[in-house]
């Protein structure tokens, strides 16, 4: 008899102040069989930003498997923005920190542990566009980026006020067609 693996689809971001050290992260776990979900939260002071990216995506296997998403022998995609993430999980290239090498040393028990096989893509981050994928990262953006506001302003002393984003007025076809307009002059 077949054996029904789930598969299972991460996406996975950071936002990172070099500043205060702030970090959060947003993901989105997409699964054939266990459903759908977003988490989101703040790092401890990672290094730079490559590191809050490779902690953004181990935190992810962890709400997966914590929530039951994943499971034992999944084949799991993980989409994510940062190449030297990717790099340094794939052990294309080495941790250049401790907290790298802690990152894969943890990821890679993830592996051994519960046999899943890992897959990673480089995704644009950033990106304006109406698809699944799209949608999926910048939400992700957006709660990185908000979770590391609320650490930033923690770690300030102050309190986290979200910013509201200014409506933007439409601008009147008269005003186009005026723009347009060449004269003989």
Not at 135 to 160: L, V, W
Request: aromatic share 8%; glycine share 8%; hydrophobic share 35%.
């Amino acid at each position: 008899m077949k054996k029904n693996n789930n598969t299972v689809t991460i996406i996975a971001d950071a936002s990172f102040c070099s500043e205060s050290k702030a970090a959060g992260y947003g993901v989105w776990i997409a699964t054939d069989n266990n459903g759908r979900h977003g988490f989101e939260g703040t790092l401890d002071k990672p290094f730079d930003n490559n590191v809050a990216e490779a902690m953004a995506i181990a935190n992810s296997l962890w709400h997966g498997f914590s929530t039951g998403m994943i499971v034992k022998s999944d084949v799991i995609l993980i989409q994510s923005d940062s190449l030297t993430a990717i790099r340094v999980l794939t052990e294309s290239q080495e941790p250049y920190c401790q907290q790298l090498s802690n990152v894969l040393k943890y990821v890679l028990g993830l592996v051994d542990r519960f046999g899943i096989v890992l897959r990673y893509k480089h995704v644009p981050g950033h990106t304006i566009g109406a698809n699944n994928r799209t949608r999926a990262q910048n939400h992700c953006d957006a709660a990185a980026k908000r979770q590391m506001q609320i650490q930033r302003a923690s770690i300030r002393g102050e309190t986290y006020e979200p910013i509201q984003e200014r409506k933007k007025k439409p601008q009147s076809s008269n005003y186009l067609r005026s723009r347009r307009r060449v004269t003989n002059g």
